[in-house]
């Protein structure tokens, strides 16, 4: 029998406490988290409130938090990090205070939940969010019609500038997974591709199925694979808001109640002005996310998103 992989330090380590610690939680599996603040242009000196959000189409519910340790809700700029202070059970989960001008880079991570899901649920969702190896997978090892264990971790991240826009970019969070804007967004011309990188534990990763949409009309979903250096490129014409995601699934080590481990990271930001044309993917690398993605996906019972309900986490 083939030996699995082992799986990062940081999820052996703590894994069992911050594991049990979340079996009380619902099942938000398999909805997309992102990172939603009040405001994405603040000035110095100004709060920014931030809500997180779990749903479908940027259609989302509320997400509370807890008192638990484990988590990192952070804020970063040019020159420091700060932890955001987080609001118990509240909604907005946190704020904070931009401190200087610049790009304003805002991460929550979570320590990894756990849910068992039925093949025929399991099956749809690796599909939908285009993990085509883990399917191949599971059919070698006869696994196709068999449930699984999962472990999941959210890695959102959300860019506010405050001042006028300049060069300076993105920077890593240090989350498992992490999608990075190699350029900064505020400063895109309409005719100009946004370049994103998507790194697994500070390494590339090679063609995985990234996704992009636009608060404008969010069923209108760009998609593209990653390369073997692990970027993808965006032509983003609509203005407001745009979510950016990926996730990213590997096998855990023995000793772990789960067959697998998910991360799911997204990138928040707005592009301002007129929208007139459609969104579309970049050439070459892009396709209609109709030709990836399939039919969507029997989740967990939740209220429709656009009469949002509060939904715990920690």
């Not at 242009?41 to 340790?69: F, K, N, T, Y």
């Not at 955001?84 to 904070?96: F, L, N």
């Not at 920077?171 to 804007?181: Q, S, V």
Request: proline share 8%; aromatic share 6%.
């Amino acid at each position: 029998m083939k030996k699995k992989s082992r799986a990062p330090a940081w999820l052996r380590l703590r894994g069992l406490t911050a594991i049990a610690a979340a079996l009380g939680m619902p099942p938000l599996f398999a909805h997309d988290f992102w990172i939603e603040p009040s405001i994405f242009s603040a000035q110095p000196g100004q709060r920014i409130e931030l809500r997180l959000r779990v749903g479908e189409h940027l259609a989302g519910d509320p997400v509370l938090l807890d008192a638990v340790r484990g988590r990192q809700f952070v804020m970063q700029d040019a020159v420091e990090r700060k932890p955001v202070a987080v609001r118990v059970a509240a909604d907005p989960a946190g704020s904070v205070t931009v401190s200087r001008p610049g790009l304003q880079v805002i991460g929550y991570f979570n320590q990894p939940a756990r849910i068992e899901l039925p093949a025929e649920k399991f099956n749809a969702y690796l599909k939908e969010e285009g993990l085509d190896s883990i399917i191949a997978l599971r059919g070698q090892r006869n696994q196709t019609d068999s449930s699984a264990r999962e472990l999941y971790a959210r890695c959102a991240k959300s860019l506010v500038l405050s001042g006028e826009p300049d060069e300076s970019g993105d920077r890593r969070l240090g989350f498992p997974l992490e999608l990075l804007a190699e350029r900064n967004p505020y400063t895109l011309a309409a005719d100009q591709l946004l370049p994103v990188r998507l790194t697994f534990l500070d390494k590339p990763v090679e063609g995985a199925l990234v996704m992009a949409l636009s608060s404008l009309n969010p069923a209108e979903k760009l998609s593209a694979r990653t390369d073997r250096d692990g970027r993808v490129q965006f032509q983003l014409r609509a203005s407001g808001m745009w979510l950016i995601k990926a996730v990213h699934m590997i096998e855990v080590s023995e000793g772990i109640d789960a067959d697998w481990a998910s991360y799911w990271a997204s990138l928040t930001f707005a592009l301002p002005g007129e929208s007139p044309a459609p969104a579309k993917p970049a050439a070459n690398n892009t396709r209609a996310s109709s030709d990836l993605v399939g039919s969507s996906v029997p989740r967990p019972a939740l209220r429709d998103a656009r009469s949002p309900r509060r939904t715990p986490i920690s």
